[in-house]
Each structure stands twice: as C-alpha cells, then as structure tokens.
C-alpha cells in the first residue's frame, strides 16, 4: 500500500518558475535550465518507478513511501527517492532516469556517462545508495526502532540507456536494475529475507514515524542562486503564449502579444510569487507584482480567491496557500 505518494517536488515548481522570469541575458539563467533540466529528469524517473510499483502485488502490511526526507543531524538531511517496509526488512529505491551509456566505474566509484560521444563524471549510484542505507540505519537507532534489515537497490528508469560496469565491481550487479526488471529484482531480494523482523503494529508505528519526521525540500530559491528580488521579471504570465506582462483592461487581463484574454491569470501570477518570494503577500507588494495600481483592484482580486488574512486595513496580509 502507498501510504505517501509521489507529489511534484517544490523545488522543481520554484525552478519552472525562475525559468520563466529570469531574464535572457542574466548570467545565471544557464545555471538555471541545467539545474532544471536534471531535476525535471529525476522526477520523471520517479513518476516511472511510482506508476510500476503502483501495480506491484505486495503484501498486505507492505508500506510505500516516496520522496521521503528525513533529518539525521543538526543541518543535515538524507533523501530517498523510494522506501519499501516490509515485515522482513526496508529496501530503498535509487532512481536514475539517465540517457546513453552509462558505466559503473568500480574502481574510481564513479558512473562515467557517454552520450553521442561526450563523457562526463557522475557520483556512483550504487554509492549513494548504500550511504543512504547506513543514514536510515542511523536514523532508526536514534529514533530507538528496533533493529531491521536494510537493503538498497538502484534502479535505471531509461529503457533506451544501456548500462555496463566493471567485471569485478560485485555491488554493481547485484544492486542495480532495469526498470523492466524490478520485480523480478524485489523478488530476488524478498528470497534472501527469511525471517520476520517487526510485525504490523511495528510497520504502521515505522509509517507514522517517517510521515511525521518528513521535512519537503523548500529552499530560498533566489538565494540558492544567488539573485535578488529585482531581477525577477514581474507582471502576469500569459496563459496562452507566456508573455509577460498581460495588461488589465475593463476587468480583464489582456496580451498585447498573442490578444488572449483572462479573468484568471493573476491567481497563476501569485502562485509565482509564493514560490519565489513569500507564502504571504499585502496588498502593496500585490500591486507591484502585478504591474496594478489600483489598490481596490487588488483587494478585490486577493479577496475573490478566498485567501486566510491577518490585520486590518492597510496592515492586513494574505496567505498563498
């Protein structure tokens, strides 16, 4: 049973979002599109590995978590991609969704990829997962659970890639698979697990455990890439073609661009502004926003949304929820 689905991570809305208001000439928007890119790929790895274990005939007290984030030091957080609980033993899922070749170096433990003929250096999978396997360990002791097996698997969700590795890089062979063959790999490690280690009131105690101490990536967007708030491009997003800014007209957003017309488009403007800025926003920051200079249009934009407030007057403030 999928007791925490796979949602879109925050992080990946903050990007599409700076992708689509920083300017083209600003330095850091290739930093930007990279970063994008390879955020977008992992999670359409996940949603791959999501949508096959979905439909994986699991025991009736198995457990699946997905993009779990747990914290294990002061500062310090460990993610995993995917958790199995079972009453035998925890098996956690790395996913890869890389194109072209990819080689598990065991000697130097690196994945060196090759595609169309250019190589570059990535960290070993098999490596980070197995870091992540002895950070849970940690975690559970601390947490004073008892003490469960954990195994690790690694598993590449590109059906066009080919993977290869060292001849006597063991690991690499045992704790990584095609997804086309992840039954029969969870199959395979299910066999070497005999005994019982928890029972079920362990496994929904264990569930609830993770779902409590779980912490979403949400990081200060603009500070991660070292930006500020004046190099965002502000105004509303045309739905249609997104050119920005649209202009209100007789209660309506208008593109000067494309001539799409739109109620609507400011709830879109400020979901932008959440994720960039502030969970919050008044009335004055709204206007700037949205290139508004009417401060009863905007009072009545933000109270047709039915947003919680706080304060009165010229101090109240609204929730982007």
Same mark, same amino acid.
């Given at each position: 049973?999928? =007791?925490?689905?796979?949602?879109?991570?925050?992080f990946?809305? #903050?990007?599409?979002?700076?992708?689509?208001?920083?300017?083209?000439?600003?330095?850091?928007?290739e930093?930007?599109?990279d970063?994008?890119?390879r955020?977008s790929?992992?999670?359409?790895g996940?949603?791959?590995?999501?949508?096959?274990?979905?439909k994986l005939?699991?025991? =009736?007290?198995?457990?699946?978590? !997905?993009?779990l984030?747990?914290?294990?030091y002061? %500062?310090?957080?460990?993610?995993? /991609?995917?958790?199995?609980?079972?009453?035998?033993? =925890?098996?956690?899922?790395?996913?890869?969704?890389?194109s072209? &070749?990819?080689?598990? /170096?065991?000697?130097?433990r690196?994945?060196i990829?090759?595609?169309?003929?250019?190589q570059s +250096?990535?960290?070993d999978?098999?490596s980070q997962?197995?870091?992540?396997?002895?950070?849970?360990?940690?975690w559970?002791?601390?947490?004073? !659970?008892?003490?469960?097996?954990?195994?690790?698997?690694?598993v !590449? &969700?590109?059906?066009t890639s080919v993977?290869?590795?060292?001849?006597?890089?063991?690991?690499?062979?045992?704790?990584?698979t095609?997804i086309?063959?992840?039954?029969?790999?969870i199959?395979?490690?299910?066999?070497t697990?005999?005994?019982?280690?928890?029972?079920?009131d362990?496994?929904?105690?264990l569930? #609830? $455990?993770? $779902?409590?101490h779980?912490?979403?990536?949400?990081?200060?967007i603009?500070? *991660?890439?070292?930006?500020t708030?004046?190099?965002? #491009?502000? +105004?509303?997003?045309?739905?249609?073609?997104?050119?920005?800014?649209?202009? *209100?007209?007789?209660?309506?957003?208008?593109c000067?661009?494309c001539?799409?017309?739109?109620?609507v488009?400011?709830q879109a403007?400020f979901?932008?502004y959440k994720?960039?800025?502030?969970?919050?926003?008044?009335?004055? /920051?709204? *206007? /700037?926003? $949205?290139?508004?200079q009417?401060? %009863?249009?905007?009072?009545?934009?933000?109270?047709?949304?039915?947003?919680r407030?706080a304060g009165?007057?010229?101090?109240?403030?609204y929730?982007?929820?």
């Open positions: 049973m999928i =007791v925490k689905p796979l949602s879109k991570p925050v990946l809305e #903050q990007l599409e979002v700076l992708k689509k208001r920083i300017p083209t000439a600003q330095p850091k928007r930093e930007i599109i970063t994008h890119a955020i790929a992992g999670y359409a996940e949603k791959a590995l999501y949508s096959l274990l979905s005939p699991l025991d =009736v007290d198995s457990r699946i978590l !997905f993009d984030r747990l914290p294990l002061e %500062n310090f957080h460990f993610q995993l /991609d995917a958790v199995l609980l079972t009453k035998r033993y =925890v098996l956690i899922f790395e996913v890869k969704n890389i072209g &070749t990819s080689f598990l /170096d065991g000697i130097h690196q994945l990829r090759d595609k169309e003929g250019i +250096g990535l960290p999978p098999v997962a197995e870091r992540h396997r002895i950070h849970l360990s940690e559970l002791l601390h947490h004073h !659970f008892p003490s469960l097996p954990i195994d690790s698997l690694v !590449f &969700t590109n059906r993977i290869k590795s060292s001849p006597d890089y063991a690991d690499a062979r045992l704790k990584t095609r086309e063959n992840l039954a029969a790999s199959k395979q490690i299910h066999a697990h005999h005994n019982k280690a928890i029972n079920s362990d496994i929904n105690r569930t #609830q $455990l993770f $779902l409590t779980h912490s979403p990536y949400d990081p200060n603009l500070e *991660r890439f070292s930006l708030k004046e190099e965002i #491009q502000i +105004g509303v997003s045309c739905p249609s073609c997104g050119v920005i800014p649209m202009i *209100r007209l007789y209660g309506k957003w208008s000067k661009h001539n799409e017309t739109s109620k488009a400011h403007a979901n932008d994720l960039l800025f502030s969970k919050k926003i008044c009335n004055k /920051d709204a *206007r /700037d926003f $949205l290139l508004v009417s401060r %009863n249009t905007v009072k009545r934009l933000l109270s047709d949304m039915n947003l407030s009165a007057k010229k101090n109240r403030y929730f982007l929820e």
